[in-house]
């Protein structure tokens, strides 16, 4: 079993910056791809950054030049650090990885439970 727990969310001014964590716990041998999503409400699921396992990146036209993703793989954990934070910002931050497992070999995603980051002044 996997699990992945999410902190940093809350409530921020405009402008202001939030740090998110997510840390990966259980039966894993590997994680390819670990990521943030968001969702406001009334709205899909959207991608806000994910990093590979080799460091590749890749943004949402919205967050990129304010939001930094990074890893570290020691851990098993992600990271987003978000700058220049916009009210439109505002949503349900959730962690994603995908997971690569040992007995049996198998590969799966896993979502967190979600945090909620509320851009307001």
């Known amino acids: 079993q996997v699990q992945l727990v999410e902190s940093g969310g809350g409530l921020v001014q405009p402008g202001g910056s939030l740090r998110l964590s997510c840390a990966a716990s259980?039966?894993?041998?590997?994680?390819?791809?670990m990521g943030w999503y968001r969702q406001a409400p009334g709205q899909q699921r959207e991608l806000v950054a994910t990093?590979?396992?080799?460091?590749?990146?890749n943004y949402a036209d919205s967050t990129k030049g304010r939001f930094t993703i990074s890893r570290d793989n020691a851990k098993n954990t992600v990271y987003l650090q978000m700058n220049s934070l916009k009210p439109e910002d505002t949503a349900v931050y959730y962690c994603?990885?995908?997971?690569?497992?040992?007995?049996?070999?198998?590969?799966?995603?896993?979502w967190g439970q979600g945090t909620q980051v509320t851009v307001s002044s």
């Open positions: 990093i590979a396992s080799g460091g590749n990146l």
């Open positions: 259980g039966s894993i041998f590997s994680i390819n791809s």
């Open positions: 994603n990885a995908q997971i690569l497992a040992k007995n049996p070999w198998r590969s799966f995603g896993v």
